[in-house]
Protein backbone atom coordinates (compact mmCIF):
# COMPACT_ATOMS: atom_id res chain seq x y z
CA UNK A 1 0.00 0.00 0.00
CA UNK A 2 1.44 3.70 -0.55
CA UNK A 3 0.73 6.92 0.85
CA UNK A 4 -1.88 9.13 -0.35
CA UNK A 5 -2.10 13.19 0.69
CA UNK A 6 -2.73 13.87 4.43
CA UNK A 7 -6.49 12.82 4.87
CA UNK A 8 -6.96 9.85 2.53
CA UNK A 9 -6.55 6.19 2.18
CA UNK A 10 -3.27 4.62 0.94
CA UNK A 11 -4.57 1.77 -1.54
CA UNK A 12 -4.21 -0.84 -0.94
CA UNK A 13 -12.36 -6.02 -28.74
CA UNK A 14 -11.47 -4.55 -31.62
CA UNK A 15 -9.70 -1.61 -31.93
CA UNK A 16 -11.47 1.87 -33.26
CA UNK A 17 -11.15 3.18 -36.84
CA UNK A 18 -8.91 6.09 -35.90
CA UNK A 19 -5.10 5.05 -35.99
CA UNK A 20 -2.64 6.84 -33.57
CA UNK A 21 0.30 7.61 -34.99
CA UNK A 22 4.28 8.59 -32.81
CA UNK A 23 5.07 12.29 -31.72
CA UNK A 24 7.97 13.51 -33.58
CA UNK A 25 10.47 16.03 -32.32
CA UNK A 26 9.40 19.88 -32.18
CA UNK A 27 5.85 18.91 -33.48
CA UNK A 28 2.94 20.95 -31.67
CA UNK A 29 0.04 20.65 -30.25
CA UNK A 30 -3.02 21.00 -32.62
CA UNK A 31 -5.18 23.83 -31.72
CA UNK A 32 -8.54 23.26 -30.14
CA UNK A 33 -10.99 20.87 -32.37
CA UNK A 34 -14.03 19.12 -32.31
CA UNK A 35 -14.78 16.39 -34.49
CA UNK A 36 -17.10 13.22 -34.59
CA UNK A 37 -15.05 9.45 -33.86
CA UNK A 38 -16.50 6.08 -34.98
CA UNK A 39 -16.28 3.05 -33.03
CA UNK A 40 -15.31 -0.23 -33.65
CA UNK A 41 -18.90 -1.26 -33.63
CA UNK A 42 -19.41 1.89 -35.92
CA UNK A 43 -21.06 4.50 -33.32
CA UNK A 44 -20.51 8.23 -34.15
CA UNK A 45 -18.90 10.24 -30.88
CA UNK A 46 -18.61 13.52 -30.54
CA UNK A 47 -15.39 14.63 -29.24
CA UNK A 48 -13.30 17.82 -28.46
CA UNK A 49 -9.60 18.14 -28.07
CA UNK A 50 -8.17 21.23 -26.08
CA UNK A 51 -4.38 21.98 -26.18
CA UNK A 52 -2.80 22.28 -22.59
CA UNK A 53 -3.40 25.65 -21.19
CA UNK A 54 -0.34 25.99 -19.03
CA UNK A 55 3.07 23.88 -19.90
CA UNK A 56 5.10 23.25 -17.62
CA UNK A 57 7.88 21.66 -19.28
CA UNK A 58 9.88 23.47 -21.97
CA UNK A 59 12.38 20.99 -22.78
CA UNK A 60 9.30 18.61 -23.48
CA UNK A 61 8.36 18.92 -27.01
CA UNK A 62 3.76 20.10 -26.79
CA UNK A 63 2.78 16.98 -28.05
CA UNK A 64 4.44 14.71 -25.09
CA UNK A 65 2.97 16.39 -22.32
CA UNK A 66 0.38 14.21 -21.03
CA UNK A 67 -3.48 13.90 -22.63
CA UNK A 68 -6.46 13.40 -20.18
CA UNK A 69 -9.57 11.46 -21.74
CA UNK A 70 -12.30 12.32 -19.87
CA UNK A 71 -15.12 9.76 -19.29
CA UNK A 72 -18.57 11.38 -18.01
CA UNK A 73 -20.98 10.00 -15.77
CA UNK A 74 -24.49 8.78 -16.78
CA UNK A 75 -26.86 11.64 -18.52
CA UNK A 76 -23.67 13.54 -18.65
CA UNK A 77 -21.98 15.06 -22.24
CA UNK A 78 -19.67 17.05 -23.64
CA UNK A 79 -21.19 20.44 -23.65
CA UNK A 80 -22.45 20.15 -19.49
CA UNK A 81 -21.15 22.80 -17.77
CA UNK A 82 -19.40 20.53 -14.72
CA UNK A 83 -17.82 18.42 -17.80
CA UNK A 84 -16.41 21.43 -18.90
CA UNK A 85 -15.44 22.83 -15.52
CA UNK A 86 -13.43 19.53 -15.19
CA UNK A 87 -11.46 19.26 -18.63
CA UNK A 88 -10.43 23.54 -17.86
CA UNK A 89 -9.18 22.47 -14.46
CA UNK A 90 -7.09 19.30 -15.78
CA UNK A 91 -5.93 21.66 -18.66
CA UNK A 92 -3.85 22.66 -16.61
CA UNK A 93 -1.74 19.60 -16.29
CA UNK A 94 -1.93 18.38 -19.91
CA UNK A 95 -4.00 18.46 -23.10
CA UNK A 96 -7.75 17.23 -22.64
CA UNK A 97 -9.99 15.40 -24.87
CA UNK A 98 -13.46 15.31 -24.03
CA UNK A 99 -16.40 13.35 -25.71
CA UNK A 100 -19.62 12.32 -25.49
CA UNK A 101 -20.76 8.58 -25.04
CA UNK A 102 -23.07 6.39 -27.23
CA UNK A 103 -27.04 7.76 -26.47
CA UNK A 104 -25.19 11.03 -24.73
CA UNK A 105 -25.36 14.27 -26.11
CA UNK A 106 -24.92 14.39 -30.11
CA UNK A 107 -22.91 10.54 -30.44
CA UNK A 108 -24.66 8.07 -32.29
CA UNK A 109 -26.29 4.63 -30.78
CA UNK A 110 -27.97 3.95 -27.61
CA UNK A 111 -26.36 3.94 -23.68
CA UNK A 112 -25.60 0.56 -22.74
CA UNK A 113 -24.82 2.43 -19.27
CA UNK A 114 -21.29 0.92 -19.12
CA UNK A 115 -21.06 -2.06 -21.60
CA UNK A 116 -20.26 -0.94 -24.76
CA UNK A 117 -19.03 2.46 -23.65
CA UNK A 118 -15.42 0.99 -23.40
CA UNK A 119 -15.49 1.34 -27.45
CA UNK A 120 -16.37 5.11 -26.98
CA UNK A 121 -13.17 5.36 -24.71
CA UNK A 122 -11.10 3.24 -26.98
CA UNK A 123 -12.07 5.16 -30.10
CA UNK A 124 -11.60 8.73 -28.13
CA UNK A 125 -7.84 7.11 -26.68
CA UNK A 126 -6.79 6.42 -30.55
CA UNK A 127 -7.59 9.89 -31.44
CA UNK A 128 -5.62 11.29 -28.68
CA UNK A 129 -2.57 9.33 -29.78
CA UNK A 130 -3.28 10.49 -33.44
CA UNK A 131 -2.87 13.70 -32.91
CA UNK A 132 0.67 13.16 -31.22
CA UNK A 133 -0.22 12.47 -27.85
CA UNK A 134 2.29 9.35 -26.66
CA UNK A 135 0.74 9.84 -22.75
CA UNK A 136 -2.74 9.17 -21.88
CA UNK A 137 -4.54 9.39 -18.69
CA UNK A 138 -8.10 8.30 -18.86
CA UNK A 139 -9.85 9.99 -15.90
CA UNK A 140 -13.58 8.59 -15.58
CA UNK A 141 -16.53 9.63 -12.65
CA UNK A 142 -19.81 7.44 -11.94
CA UNK A 143 -20.86 5.34 -14.90
CA UNK A 144 -17.48 7.03 -16.44
CA UNK A 145 -15.02 5.49 -14.13
CA UNK A 146 -16.62 2.21 -14.22
CA UNK A 147 -15.56 2.26 -17.94
CA UNK A 148 -12.09 3.50 -17.81
CA UNK A 149 -11.80 0.28 -15.27
CA UNK A 150 -13.14 -1.64 -17.70
CA UNK A 151 -11.26 -0.07 -20.86
CA UNK A 152 -8.01 -0.24 -18.95
CA UNK A 153 -8.54 -4.44 -18.41
CA UNK A 154 -9.74 -4.94 -21.89
CA UNK A 155 -7.61 -2.40 -24.09
CA UNK A 156 -4.05 -3.31 -22.73
CA UNK A 157 -2.85 -2.90 -26.39
CA UNK A 158 -3.51 0.99 -25.76
CA UNK A 159 -0.80 1.15 -22.80
CA UNK A 160 -2.29 3.97 -20.97
CA UNK A 161 -0.12 5.93 -19.05
CA UNK A 162 -2.32 6.19 -15.91
CA UNK A 163 -6.04 5.44 -14.63
CA UNK A 164 -8.47 7.57 -12.39
CA UNK A 165 -11.57 6.16 -11.61
CA UNK A 166 -14.03 8.83 -9.63
CA UNK A 167 -17.12 7.83 -7.46
CA UNK A 168 -17.55 4.43 -9.52
CA UNK A 169 -19.77 1.59 -8.21
CA UNK A 170 -17.78 -1.72 -7.62
CA UNK A 171 -19.80 -4.35 -8.84
CA UNK A 172 -23.29 -4.26 -11.18
CA UNK A 173 -26.76 -4.16 -10.47
CA UNK A 174 -27.03 -1.85 -7.13
CA UNK A 175 -29.67 -1.23 -5.66
CA UNK A 176 -28.63 0.12 -1.85
CA UNK A 177 -29.48 3.79 -2.22
CA UNK A 178 -32.41 5.61 -3.10
CA UNK A 179 -30.79 7.59 -6.63
CA UNK A 180 -29.59 3.89 -7.62
CA UNK A 181 -33.17 2.51 -7.60
CA UNK A 182 -34.13 6.06 -9.47
CA UNK A 183 -31.40 4.95 -11.59
CA UNK A 184 -32.83 0.96 -12.04
CA UNK A 185 -36.12 2.36 -13.01
CA UNK A 186 -34.49 5.03 -15.48
CA UNK A 187 -32.80 1.99 -17.06
CA UNK A 188 -35.37 -0.43 -16.87
CA UNK A 189 -38.30 0.88 -17.07
CA UNK A 190 -40.09 1.96 -20.65
CA UNK A 191 -41.70 5.16 -18.73
CA UNK A 192 -37.91 5.92 -17.56
CA UNK A 193 -36.38 5.78 -20.56
CA UNK A 194 -38.63 8.21 -21.89
CA UNK A 195 -37.53 10.66 -19.01
CA UNK A 196 -34.12 9.71 -19.97
CA UNK A 197 -34.58 10.63 -23.33
CA UNK A 198 -36.62 13.63 -23.00
CA UNK A 199 -35.64 14.80 -19.12
CA UNK A 200 -31.59 13.81 -19.37
CA UNK A 201 -31.16 13.95 -23.49
CA UNK A 202 -30.50 10.35 -22.75
CA UNK A 203 -31.23 7.73 -24.96
CA UNK A 204 -30.94 4.18 -23.66
CA UNK A 205 -30.72 1.06 -24.69
CA UNK A 206 -34.23 -0.85 -24.14
CA UNK A 207 -31.88 -4.63 -24.19
CA UNK A 208 -30.85 -6.26 -21.21
CA UNK A 209 -26.87 -7.05 -21.04
CA UNK A 210 -26.40 -10.35 -22.36
CA UNK A 211 -24.07 -11.16 -21.60
CA UNK A 212 -23.26 -9.50 -18.45
CA UNK A 213 -20.22 -7.54 -18.62
CA UNK A 214 -16.78 -7.84 -16.96
CA UNK A 215 -17.59 -6.23 -13.93
CA UNK A 216 -15.22 -3.28 -12.17
CA UNK A 217 -13.95 -5.02 -9.36
CA UNK A 218 -13.31 -8.11 -11.69
CA UNK A 219 -11.43 -5.79 -14.13
CA UNK A 220 -9.14 -4.04 -11.43
CA UNK A 221 -6.86 -6.62 -10.89
CA UNK A 222 -6.15 -6.58 -14.81
CA UNK A 223 -4.96 -3.05 -14.68
CA UNK A 224 -1.55 -3.64 -13.44
CA UNK A 225 1.06 -2.37 -13.83
CA UNK A 226 -0.39 0.98 -15.28
CA UNK A 227 -1.23 3.35 -12.33
CA UNK A 228 -4.25 3.28 -10.72
CA UNK A 229 -6.39 5.91 -8.77
CA UNK A 230 -9.19 5.53 -6.81
CA UNK A 231 -11.01 8.53 -5.26
CA UNK A 232 -14.39 8.30 -3.71
CA UNK A 233 -16.09 10.55 -1.44
CA UNK A 234 -17.44 9.83 1.68
CA UNK A 235 -20.40 11.40 1.59
CA UNK A 236 -21.23 9.96 -1.78
CA UNK A 237 -24.96 9.47 -2.04
CA UNK A 238 -25.02 6.81 -4.72
CA UNK A 239 -22.35 4.05 -3.85
CA UNK A 240 -21.22 3.60 0.02
CA UNK A 241 -17.54 3.08 0.89
CA UNK A 242 -17.84 -0.42 0.32
CA UNK A 243 -17.40 0.24 -3.65
CA UNK A 244 -14.06 1.67 -3.05
CA UNK A 245 -13.33 -0.23 -0.98
CA UNK A 246 -13.59 -3.69 -2.97
CA UNK A 247 -11.67 -1.93 -5.79
CA UNK A 248 -9.34 -0.99 -3.49
CA UNK A 249 -8.84 -4.72 -2.30
CA UNK A 250 -8.40 -6.28 -6.17
CA UNK A 251 -6.07 -3.47 -7.15
CA UNK A 252 -3.66 -4.62 -3.94
CA UNK A 253 -0.63 -3.19 -4.00
CA UNK A 254 -0.50 -1.02 -7.60
CA UNK A 255 -3.86 0.84 -6.52
CA UNK A 256 -3.87 4.08 -4.79
CA UNK A 257 -7.08 4.90 -2.74
CA UNK A 258 -8.03 8.83 -1.74
CA UNK A 259 -11.48 8.99 0.36
CA UNK A 260 -12.09 12.12 0.39
CA UNK A 261 -14.23 13.49 3.52
CA UNK A 262 -17.15 15.45 2.87
CA UNK A 263 -17.27 14.76 -1.07
CA UNK A 264 -20.48 13.76 -2.36
CA UNK A 265 -20.75 12.24 -5.73
CA UNK A 266 -18.63 12.24 -8.95
CA UNK A 267 -17.98 15.32 -11.56
CA UNK A 268 -20.33 18.00 -9.69
CA UNK A 269 -18.65 17.32 -6.32
CA UNK A 270 -15.10 17.32 -7.42
CA UNK A 271 -13.95 20.58 -6.30
CA UNK A 272 -11.03 22.82 -8.47
CA UNK A 273 -9.07 21.37 -5.82
CA UNK A 274 -9.39 17.98 -5.73
CA UNK A 275 -8.90 17.70 -9.43
CA UNK A 276 -5.40 20.05 -8.90
CA UNK A 277 -4.41 16.95 -7.26
CA UNK A 278 -5.56 14.62 -9.26
CA UNK A 279 -4.07 16.12 -12.46
CA UNK A 280 -0.63 16.53 -10.28
CA UNK A 281 -0.77 12.83 -9.35
CA UNK A 282 -1.35 11.83 -12.88
CA UNK A 283 1.87 13.68 -13.78
CA UNK A 284 3.76 12.37 -11.72
CA UNK A 285 2.76 8.41 -12.12
CA UNK A 286 2.61 9.00 -16.13
CA UNK A 287 6.48 10.04 -15.84
Known sequence: MSSGPAGHVARSTPPSTVRPHRETA????????RTFLYTADRVRIEAVYEPPSVVYDTARPPAGHPV??????????????????????????????TFSFRGHGASGGRSTVGDREVLDLAAAVDWARGLGH??????????GGSVVLRHAALHREQ???????VSAPARWYYRGTAPMRRLHWLVTRPAGRLVGRYGFRTR??????DPVPLSPV?????????????????RDGYFPLDHPYMLASAA??????????GMGHAENAADDTLLARIGDWALSAAG
Do not use: C, Q, Y
Open 218 to 234: EAVPRIAPTPLLIVHGD
Open 159 to 165: ELAAVVS
Open 204 to 209: IHHRDW
Open 26 to 33: GETVPARK
Open 252 to 261: GDHGDLWIEP
Open 134 to 143: TRVVTVGFSM
Open 68 to 97: FVIAHGFTGDVNRPHVRRVARALARHGAVV
